[in-house]
């Protein structure tokens, strides 16, 4: 049996392992630190069993075996937490965990919970495991022929009828990511959301096309359903994906040819559709993005640069921007540095040379053109007529 610890405390991942391997030696086991470094476990060895912590940094241990339990059905789960909290169990027993034990675990019964699920396993029917692998390794096939073919490339001698003949007509959907750091975790993550949402609401199969989309077809079994699975589908994601992504979709199929034409639509459609954010990131970034705005109006204030601050990708960081603040990034720049530039020629006696170098234009010949576009006037006109009402900028 293949034995998975996940937890971000060493200390533990250690015991549990030291006690695993002096009872059952024929046993192998793997540590995770996290759950990142235990989904890449999951795929790449046969795991039986997984002993995964409740709260970690990133996912919670239920988290993760709910994205999981899709793709690895067949191992089973005992959740080990130091809180005693009842909705924690409840909703390990509803995932489906054999148990749910309280830190610090007493060996004894750390052992006897091995032993009794090692003795359940062992009782499996070994055709049973090679019919898993059989269908994984068909759907592995079926996935990679479908993304070829959903791309426009050359399938050779492979009839594509084969791959949707319970599937006289469908949609198309596709979750894009954007990034510019490593997405292997968020792509697993939006493979397994959406194959189990495509399972509740009809049926399909997921396929990805390259390292940032997936594509999903689907069957619905009824036919408005469409609305509803994308905004499940939303929504799972914002709470899951800590990136970027947008999910577009097809209208109805019947005729397969048509795959390739579509699915290039939804990439140049992808192009110019704003992205969906997980909001408390969504939110903090623009936040700290406007107080470093606020602070630093006076110096070389690029998007790219801002965008750095909080670690987003400058095009959805401008997309995001908009969004929130309701104006673009430039726009709110430049009204923010005319704003401060209109209070310096009121109230001060500043030479406009200086007051231009202190909102951040160093070329006062450009301030000048720039004040006088937005606001109509030059600087030297409007600190002359700022006696009275002041004019407000024009957007």
Not at 77 to 90: C, G, K, L, R, T
């Amino acid at each position: 049996m293949n034995i998975l610890v996940v937890d971000d405390e060493s200390v533990i991942r250690s015991g549990i392992e030291r006690t695993i391997r002096n009872h059952f030696p024929e046993y192998r086991v793997f540590l995770a630190a996290n759950p990142e470094e235990a989904i890449r476990l999951l795929k790449h060895e046969s795991i039986d069993l997984v002993l995964t912590d409740v709260l970690m940094p990133g996912m919670t241990g239920l988290e993760l075996m709910e994205i999981s339990r899709n793709s690895h059905a067949h191992v089973k789960w005992v959740v080990i937490s130091a809180y005693s909290e009842f909705a924690y169990a409840q909703e390990a027993v509803r995932l489906g965990a054999k148990d749910y034990l309280l830190k610090p675990i007493g060996k004894d019964i750390l052992i006897d919970k091995i032993g009794k699920i090692g003795l359940e396993i062992s009782k499996e029917n070994e055709w049973s495991k090679e019919t898993h692998l059989l269908k994984d390794n068909l759907r592995f096939l079926r996935e990679a022929v479908f993304s070829r073919w959903a791309s426009g490339l050359d399938l050779g001698s492979i009839d594509m009828k084969s791959f949707t003949e319970n599937h006289p007509y469908f949609h198309i959907l596709m979750v894009r990511m954007e990034s510019d750091r490593d997405v292997k975790l968020e792509h697993f993550i939006v493979e397994n959301v959406l194959g189990e949402l495509i399972d509740s609401v009809g049926k399909g199969y997921v396929a990805s096309i390259d390292a940032n989309s997936l594509l999903g077809l689907v069957t619905l079994n009824e036919e408005n359903g469409l609305n509803g699975l994308m905004e499940q589908l939303r929504a799972h994601l914002k709470r899951y994906v800590k990136v970027p992504f947008q999910v577009l979709a097809t209208e109805l199929i019947r005729d397969i040819s048509k795959v390739p034409v579509e699915v290039q639509s939804m990439r140049k459609a992808a192009a110019s559709q704003v992205y969906d954010h997980y909001a408390s990131g969504g939110d903090q970034a623009i936040e700290v993005a406007l107080q470093y705005i606020k602070t630093h109006y006076a110096t070389e204030l690029g998007l790219e640069r801002v965008a750095s601050i909080v670690y987003l990708n400058p095009v959805y960081f401008s997309q995001l921007f908009k969004q929130k603040t309701g104006q673009g990034f430039k726009d709110y720049v430049t009204h923010l540095r005319l704003d401060r530039a209109m209070e310096l020629l009121r109230d001060s006696e500043l030479k406009i040379s200086d007051i231009s170098e202190r909102v951040g234009y160093p070329d006062v010949r450009h301030f000048s053109q720039i004040f006088r576009k937005k606001n109509g006037n030059t600087p030297s006109e409007y600190r002359q007529n700022a006696n009275g009402a002041v004019p407000a900028i024009k957007e």
